[in-house]
């Protein structure tokens, strides 16, 4: 499975942005994607998952701003950011799981969010 990000630049506090994670492969075998996100100094943090049967989950710090949705008719995962703040800066990373891993086996390259105040 590949995945290929983008959407990713630079917006002002209060701004908007929707990142795109193209999947390519044998994406049939995937069971679940999820947006992570990394900034300089600090640990990954997990932002959100969507799963088969189109359920989705949203970490807490990101409710009511975010979104995550997939169309599977482009075999794309998207990550709608609303509401941006200077600590949503990071490195965001797309991820798929396969059934029966213990972890997201596949990455793609990431693509940078920065939030100026």
């Known amino acids: 499975v590949q995945l290929v990000e983008s959407g990713g630049g630079l917006v002002q506090a209060g701004g908007s942005l929707r990142l795109s994670c193209v999947a390519s492969g044998d994406i049939f075998s995937v069971n679940a994607m999820g947006w992570f996100r990394q900034a300089p100094g600090k640990e990954r943090e997990e932002v959100a998952v969507?799963?088969?049967?189109?359920?989705?989950w949203i970490a807490r710090s990101m409710k009511g701003r975010f979104t995550i949705s997939r169309d599977n008719a482009v075999n794309t995962l998207y990550l709608q950011m609303n509401s941006l703040r200077p600590e949503d800066t990071a490195m965001y990373y797309c991820?798929?799981?396969?059934?029966?891993?213990?972890?997201?086996?596949?990455w793609g390259q990431g693509t940078q969010v920065t939030v100026s105040s």
């Open positions: 991820a798929a799981h396969r059934p029966g891993m213990d972890s997201y086996e596949y």
């Open positions: 969507w799963t088969d049967g189109d359920r989705t």
